[in-house]
């Protein structure tokens, strides 16, 4: 009754990021923007009230990448160059992350954040015959194909977040992350612990992964910007897979799971897990790599994508 009271309570709460969390710095392109991985290939664009910020490289059939919860594409800095041989390769900045605007809470669920970023699609007239995501990114993919917003012929997950936290862990996190999003004292305290670049790099150690000093400089810069922190937390607040999880039999692209067998962030059994309430699944694991296993080995994980990409002979 009280955990009940509590959500109740928590879930109540006015929308505030389009009002008091406009007051959290973002990263500025003038600044942290300065040593951005691929900068030339950056754009910015304002679609209806959301400004974005994204990366284009390449040249072929498009292909959409979409990063992870706390991330930006970024992420992508290592493994994009050897997609963009093939494919003109398209990494926008989720709602809320890296130099992306905050939407209001509506837009940081996963349904709202699935419609934004069909939005953006639809303003560049994008129609990705392939879309690869990155954890939470993954969920987005699927999501994406769901609601019918694209109809790629494959989704690639590379360690995905596709499955809700099960008993009491379900209930407890989102108020956990409502309460900490709310909460200004909690989001300037994680960007001011992150000004020591050794809690990021055990951050980021301790999702089983050994990324590259620029990756974990670039991360660094984000998370000390209070309004990443912020996006970040509050997306985490508004997230649900539940529903997704119960869709995913209706998904008709070829779902690969691509999964690094060191992953700590996303256990490799409950990923794959995951190939059980899809119809058409592939699993290929990476022995040796970790949660961020194309930040830690691009050439490998690249190795197994692309042949997936591959579109088949008629």
């Known amino acids: 009754m009280l955990l009940s009271s509590l959500w109740k309570k928590v879930s109540n709460f006015p929308d505030r990021l389009g009002g008091p969390h406009k007051m959290y710095r973002k ?16 754009r910015f664009i304002q679609v209806g009230d959301q400004k974005w910020h994204f990366q284009v ?21 290592g493994i994009a160059p050897l997609l963009a041989e ?26 709202g954040m699935t419609r934004l970023v069909n939005d953006l699609l639809t303003a560049l007239d994008v129609e990705p ?14 999501q994406l194909a769901l609601a019918g917003y694209a109809r790629p012929r494959a989704i690639v997950a590379i360690n995905g977040a596709f499955q809700p936290f099960s008993g009491l862990a ?30 990021i790099e055990r951050l980021m150690r301790s999702t089983g992964s050994n990324i590259p000093q620029s990756s974990l400089d670039r991360y660094g810069d984000l998370f000390t910007a209070p309004g990443h922190v912020a996006g970040m937390l509050a997306m985490m607040a508004n997230w649900n897979l539940a529903p997704l999880l119960r869709q995913m039999f209706q998904l008709t692209p070829q779902l690969t799971l691509v999964i690094g067998a060191r992953d700590k962030a996303v256990p490799p059994d409950r990923q794959a897990n995951v ?26 994980v690249a190795a197994v994508v692309l042949p997936v990409l591959v ?3 008629p």
């Open 129 to 142: 015959e392939a879309i690869i995501g990155h954890s939470a990114g993954a969920a987005v993919a699927v």
């Open 275 to 300: 190939a059980k309430h899809a119809p058409r699944v592939q699993v290929l694991e990476l022995a040796n790599l970790g949660h961020l296993a194309h930040e830690e080995d691009p050439a490998a």
């Open 27 to 42: 990263p500025k392109w003038s600044r942290e923007g300065v040593n951005w991985p691929n900068r030339q290939f950056s």
């Open 86 to 111: 093939h494919y003109t390769i398209y990494m926008p900045d989720l709602p809320g992350h890296g130099f992306t605007q905050t939407p209001p809470a509506s837009g940081l669920s996963l349904v």
């Open 57 to 77: 490289m390449g040249a072929g059939p498009p292909i959409l990448l979409l990063h992870g919860t706390g991330s930006s594409c970024h992420t992508w800095a």
């Open 170 to 199: 379900a209930l407890l996190f989102p108020i956990a992350a409502h309460v900490l999003a709310l909460n200004p004292v909690t989001i300037f305290a994680v960007s001011t612990g992150a000004k020591d670049r050794s809690r």
């Open 311 to 313: 579109a088949p002979k």
